[in-house]
């Protein structure tokens, strides 16, 4: 435990890059969100929550026809069903997983007390956990889909808090404070 | 200070949300297929779906379709003659949800067959059964046929593809399900 700051310089080059690239992984991320979601409660639950026809149920639509533009068709939309939600949840749950494990063995070889790693820990396990609970809550019911949006997003903000906690604790305590690191350099 | 909340928000957001934004890659636009298959239409309408017709397709196919994953666009003259009609669905895969367009004749003949959405990792194995950007093998088949499999780019041979051929002629019989429901409904 804590050791990472006085560890060899290898050590904290692979800790260090990790963190940067997952940073970046981050910020294309930002940009995925741009383009193809929206950052706001309302938007997750329009995402990923049931359509208009979905959430009246088709039953009691009026049979017939209504006028449409064609060229609307074009639009693009990137509404979420349940198969895709699904697929989703199975291929980003364990990606999470894995994420939220490295951070933790970071989080151990930081000099912090107990309970700081403790914190941290169940805040890197429990963002994704948030998110996905707002993801689904969203789309299982569509009538609160604002506040389980906000659940969704309160999960993201944890994760991009917590990895910042670890990058700036890394950068200080492995980089920036000559008394702590380097000690197996010499 | 404020900065570095506002960033840590934002990595938040994009955190949460990048699970949920997979796009799929557009092969075929819907305007664009319905345009191209119904020629003669100058007018087109969004059909709905009644309670009866969805039970036929459910008894036909063990698949309910629903508001959020099928779509129905009828083309129609500026008399108000019926041209075709367009069904767009969504069918589960391996690999995440295919879109799928058929267009029908007047008579429930297929016109043409599309896929409009594929995620880009099936992408590499559903596009050698697009000629043109169109299904080929499926055009001219009576709403009594269920479309082969066999008959979709049979010179095709890699296992994958010909996995999703059978789950796109799976899909256009749904399409074909939906489209007789129509009709009688």
Known sequence: ?186 | MRKGILFAVALGVALALKAHVTPNVVLMRRGDFVKASLPGATKFFEKTFQAPARAAVRSETGWTPSGDDTKIYVGREEGGRLVGSVVFLWMPSQHGPVGIGVAFGPAGTILRATVTDVGSEPLVWVRPLLRDGVIAGLDGISPSVSPDPGRIAPETSGAMSRYYAKVIAEGVSWAQAIEKASITS
Request: overall charge negative.
């Open chain 1, 1 to 186: 435990m804590g050791k990472l700051p006085g560890s060899a310089l290898e050590v904290r080059l692979a800790a260090t890059l990790f963190l940067l690239l997952l940073g970046l992984a981050n910020l294309f991320g930002v940009w995925e969100v741009r383009n193809f979601a929206s950052f706001t409660p309302e938007g997750v639950a329009s995402a990923v929550g049931a359509s208009g026809h979905e959430r009246h149920g088709m039953s009691g639509a009026a049979a017939g026809e209504k006028p449409v533009d064609v060229e609307t068709l074009n639009e693009p939309k990137h509404h979420i069903d349940r198969e895709l939600l699904v697929q989703d949840s199975h291929v980003h749950i364990p990606v999470y997983a894995i994420t939220a494990a490295f951070l933790a063995l970071i989080v151990f070889a930081l000099r912090l007390t107990s309970g700081s790693r403790v914190a941290l820990v169940l805040l890197a396990f429990a963002a994704p956990l948030l998110d996905f609970v707002g993801l689904w809550g969203a789309h299982l019911w569509s009538e609160s889909g604002r506040l389980w949006g906000a659940v969704a997003i309160l999960g993201g903000v944890l994760m991009g808090l917590v990895y910042l906690a670890v990058l700036g604790l890394t950068l200080k305590q492995c980089w920036l404070s000559n008394s702590e690191k380097g000690e197996a350099d010499a």
